[in-house]
């Protein structure tokens, strides 16, 4: 019995020492907060009643809420079960200022600065902000630049920050030495680098600033021209950029190792895709056996093998070209393995940066959906579907892995521009008076992708006004509608007579394939003459009243590679009109046009631009002169719009017969604040016949004009301003030119 009352007591003994424990957290007490929540500051702890305390345990808790940056200080002490946090918070900032600064401003300062008023202060952000700004002065050639933080202490623990910097001179390069260089000399090797050294009229630029990541960015060049021109092993042995005594100069001097020149030795592509022709790959290869090496060409083909997949149906395929040297013959042997990857799936497409356009209207252009299949073709067509809409300046796709090895999110970046334009554009001829057009467009109305557009044109004879409004996706299906009216007067002071037209139309637009698509439109109008008491017999022919009714069609044809700056592929579309359905007349009207692009070097891209058309009356009645075709102006540039061809006087009447054909290389100033595009252009083509006998003393033959000049581009701040500048080549004297056009638009 005794045995069993010391049993019992011993486990009751034990039983309180079990809960009694020392080492638990019963509580948790938080003290010295000002601005933020008791509960944050346990959130930020991670620490939860009945945890363990030890030593670790603190110096957790320490670290986490240091790592918080909110804390200038934090006591933590565990006393009777109670777990006691005494936190001091950093100060919210006030003021950020700077002082000394003369050669970088304020603003530009402020950009690379991450604690700013009203946020709250840390040393270690601090410390960063320092470094980010010296990098800005040591990008500028200020390498020696000094930044000392001071802080001004203000009540309710507020602080100002102070920046005071002292500024150094700018660090040239005065001399660049190579080392070790025998195939191509140093003068090559300096033109390749972005760093120059510094002459006599180098101030004008910042080429000659000392800067070392521009240096590496340098190196970097100059390796890849190595190993583009067949020496592989290229590297360099060593950098230095040397102090100049007594100046705030340096020299660089650049040590390398050419290595030896190899050759393209055996090419083999070896593929487990059963679509893809093996043999036709290596031809289409843009290097063969006994080529110089050259590494570009490597990546070249690469992107080249997996385009041509991608349009065979291989979304997900792996391209491994094996590199072979052999070191005797001083060959590179290539095996180009071609294998399909694992498939990949979208699992969010978000879009940012549209503070105007709905996500509707972005999204309708995005050729992939949540849970589709990822497509790099598709993501790239998408993105320049989106940059052809010109309602952002700038569209970025960035593509981020998930948690899940076969799925991405999707990020589509915008930056929103301007896309309301008022317009003001002038012509000049010599032989003409000038001619004034204004106009107000809205591509983009309301953010919805609607187009709105009221144009005129007008001078001491001529009169026109244009209306158009366009919803591209009626019903939110890809089907696109257009309503529109005009109106054109003219009452040329050299003939006797004048002229009015007054229409309205619709068309609709929809896709038949990814490349093909169909437009149905209907036009109504009446082409009004009036000829005046002292008309000729001519002109007196010409008066009365057409009302022409008139459907069609056009069949588009596209297989660029991007709609928005083309470099390759074809666009063809064919049109025809068929007037007759009411109104009194009847004819019929054909056209074709065709463009294709090539491009010819990194920055040239050459295109050739056709267009032909005819019309032709039935039902025993001739084309009236109103469907006739005419040219000038932005077809066939240097000739004033519809004032060449047959004529009569000072009247144009056009032609049944025309044709246009242009020669056309872009290049792009690849500049960074500016989107500058120049066209060199020929342009050459022809307007004739008259089928009715009425016009039989008009001299309607067909002769060919033409036209050399250039056409300048500049997507300004201020709006789109356009220059043509042409030369006439070959012209009637009837023809009255138009050397110089400009125009020039405000956008808002």
Known sequence: MIKKIV????????????????????????????????????????????????????????????????????????????????????????????????????????????????????????????????????????????????????????????????????????????????????????????????????????????????????????????????????????SIAQLSLNENDFEIILNVEE??????????????LKKLNVAAIENALPFASGDIFDSSKIKESVQDIKSLAELKGYSFIEIDPVLDRDQLENLININIMLNEGPRVYVSNIDIEGNTRTIDKVIRREFSISEGDAYNKFAINYSKDSIRALNYFSDVKIKETRTEYDDKLDILIEVEEKNTGEASLGAGYSSSTSTTLNLGLKETNFLGKGQKVNATTSFSNTRNTYDISLTEPYFNNKQLSLTALIYSDFTDPASVNYETEDLGLGFNSRFPLSTDRSIELRYSLF?????????????????????????????????RRDSRYKPSKGFNLALTQDLAGLGGTTYYMKNKIEYNTYRRLTEELIGSFKFQAGNSVGYNSKYAPLSSNFKLGGKKLRGFKPGKMGPRTGNSYTGGQYYYLTSLETNIDFKLDAFDITSTLFIDAGSVWGLENPAYSAIDDDHKIRSSIGVNFNWDSAIGPINIIYAEILENETTDTTDNLYFDIGYNF
Not at 527 to 552: C, H, P, R, W
């Open 526 to 558: 009446t082409s009004k003459v009036k000829a005046d008491s002292n008309a000729t017999a001519y002109e007196q022919l010409l008066a009365g009243t057409d009302t022409n009714s008139m459907i069609g069609y056009s069949l588009f044809f596209d």
């Open 7 to 238: 049993v019992l007591f011993i486990l009751f003994i034990s039983c309180i020492s079990v809960y009694a424990d020392d080492s638990k957290i019963l509580a948790l007490e938080v003290n010295g907060t000002q601005r933020i929540d008791i509960e944050t500051v346990i959130s930020y702890s991670k620490v939860e009643i009945g945890d363990s305390y030890n030593e670790d345990l603190g110096n957790k808790v320490l670290k986490d809420l240091f790592n918080t940056n909110l804390f200038s200080n934090i006591e933590i002490t565990f006393e009777e079960n109670t777990l006691f946090i005494v936190v001091k918070e950093n100060p919210t900032i006030n003021l950020v200022k700077f002082k000394g600064n003369s050669k970088i401003n304020d603003e530009d300062l402020m950009i690379e600065i991450s604690l700013k008023e009203r946020s709250v202060y840390s040393r270690n952000k601090v410390k960063r902000d320092i470094e980010r700004m010296l990098t800005l002065y040591q990008r500028a050639g200020r390498l020696s630049t000094e930044i000392v933080p001071v802080v001004e202490l203000l009540d309710n623990n507020r602080i100002n920050v102070i920046y005071e910097i002292e500024e150094s001179d700018v660090a040239e390069v005065s001399k660049i030495i190579f080392l070790g260089n025998k195939v191509y000399n140093s003068s090559k090797l300096k033109s390749l680098m972005k760093t120059k050294e510094k002459k006599l009229l180098r101030f004008l630029t910042s080429a000659d600033r000392y800067d070392p990541d521009k240096l590496e960015y340098d190196k970097q060049l100059i390796t890849e021209f190595y190993n583009n021109n067949g020496y592989p092993d290229f590297k360099f042995t060593s």
């Open 259 to 272: 290595g030896n020149k190899f050759l393209f030795g055996e090419i083999i592509v070896t593929s487990q």
